[in-house]
C-alpha cells in the first residue's frame, strides 16, 4: 500500500553535509510513525531517528544527535534526514521506513516494526 522511495545520497567529506529524502505514495493516511536506518559493509541495520507523524515528534539515536534532524512534509508526502557535520563513520547505506504502529514512541528502531521500506541511498563521508 505504500511505497517509498529515497534520494539525495551521495559523497562529502568529513564536516560536511547532505539532505536525504524519502518520497511516500500510496495509501500514507496510517503511517504514523516513519524512520531512518542506516547499514554499514559488514554492519547490521541500525536506527538513525524517527517521527511521529502526527505531531512531528522526533527521536533520535545517540551518535547522531545534535547533528541529525528528521522532518517531514506532509503536502509533498516526503520523510526529510538533514546530516551536518557529517563523520566517517556515518558512512553506509540509509534507509527510509514506515510503519503503521506508534512504536517510534519506544525510543527504539527494530526493522521488524517497520512495514514498508525503501530500497536506500548511499551515504560516503571521506576524512
Do not use: H
Request: include cysteine; charge should be positive; glycine fraction near 12%.
Amino acid at each position: 500500500q505504500v511505497q517509498l522511495v529515497e534520494s539525495g545520497g551521495g559523497s562529502v567529506q568529513a564536516g560536511g553535509s547532505l539532505r536525504l529524502s524519502c518520497a511516500a505514495s500510496g495509501y500514507t493516511y496510517d503511517t504514523y510513525c516513519m524512520a531512518w536506518f542506516r547499514q554499514a559493509p559488514g554492519k547490521e541495520r541500525e536506527g538513525v531517528a524517527s517521527i511521529y507523524t502526527g505531531t512531528g515528534t522526533t527521536f533520535y539515536a545517540s551518535p547522531v544527535k545534535g547533528r541529525f534532524t528528521i522532518s517531514q512534509d506532509n503536502a509533498k508526502k516526503t520523510l526529510y534526514l538533514q546530516m551536518n557535520s557529517l563523520k566517517p563513520e556515518d558512512t553506509a547505506m540509509y534507509y527510509c521506513a514506515a510503519t503503521r504502529n506508534f512504536v517510534c514512541w519506544s525510543g527504539t528502531w527494530r526493522q521488524s516494526e517497520y512495514n514498508y521500506w525503501g530500497q536506500g541511498t548511499q551515504v560516503t563521508v571521506s576524512s
